[in-house]
């Protein structure tokens, strides 16, 4: 099963209020995303715990109804 975008987006901007997020279907699948998050969150964080933050933002749904996701994550 597929993750579309409004469901995948509804999962960052509850994990990243503040944030800007651009989405990329990568594979035209609902399946293959690409994620650009800019957030005050990520600010003096290593980007290892940028991207982990992301995925609990997912709560557990990578791997799972969401197969594959490329992240870009900056700090404004």
């Known amino acids: 099963m597929a993750m ?20 990329i279907d990568l594979a035209g699948d609902n399946d293959h995303w690409q994620a650009e ?5 990520f600010a003096g964080l290593p980007r290892v715990r940028q991207h982990q933050l992301v995925y609990d933002a997912l709560q557990g ?12 994550t900056r700090a404004p």
């Open 61 to 72: 749904h990578m791997g799972g109804a969401l197969h594959a996701l490329a992240l870009k």
């Open 37 to 41: 998050i800019v957030s005050a969150r």
């Open 4 to 23: 579309n975008q409004d469901i995948l987006l509804k999962y960052l901007k509850e994990g990243f209020p503040d944030a800007e997020i651009t989405l």
